[in-house]
């Protein structure tokens, strides 16, 4: 029942700047944790960053200091604000949702980096 709509993908040049978004639809029970996955051609998915119901966020190294991840409780949406771009972070980025010990994932919005 749960669906994530995501948002701000695109094409940006190396040392460029994107902003991704993901709407969760309305749900009775809380989000525990919000976030984004991606998956570069080759590699396997990998977590980038993760914002949990109380605050505390996780993120991968590669990302520390260049991407910040955030959320708004009301509106169920996490934001994941990407700067420094590396044409490294090209991939398809997935926004993740846990509620209920339940994993959602939303459709993949490509991330394509130049240099």
């Known amino acids: 029942q749960v669906q994530l709509v995501e948002s701000g993908g695109g094409l940006a040049q190396a040392g460029g700047s994107l902003r991704l978004s993901c709407a969760a639809s309305?749900?009775?029970?809380?989000?525990?944790?919000m976030g984004w996955y991606r998956q570069a051609p080759g590699k396997q998915r990998e977590l980038v960053a993760r914002?949990?119901?109380?605050?505390?966020?996780n993120c991968a190294e590669s990302v520390k200091g260049r991407f910040t991840i955030s959320e708004n409780g009301a509106k169920n949406t996490v934001n994941l604000q990407m700067d420094s771009l590396k044409p490294e972070d090209t991939g398809v980025y997935y926004c993740?949702?846990?509620?209920?010990?339940?994993?959602?994932w939303g459709q993949g919005t490509q991330v394509t980096v130049s240099s």
């Open positions: 993740y949702v846990r509620i209920d010990r339940r994993d959602y």
């Open positions: 309305e749900t009775k029970f809380s989000i525990n944790a």
């Open positions: 914002i949990f119901s109380g605050g505390i966020t």
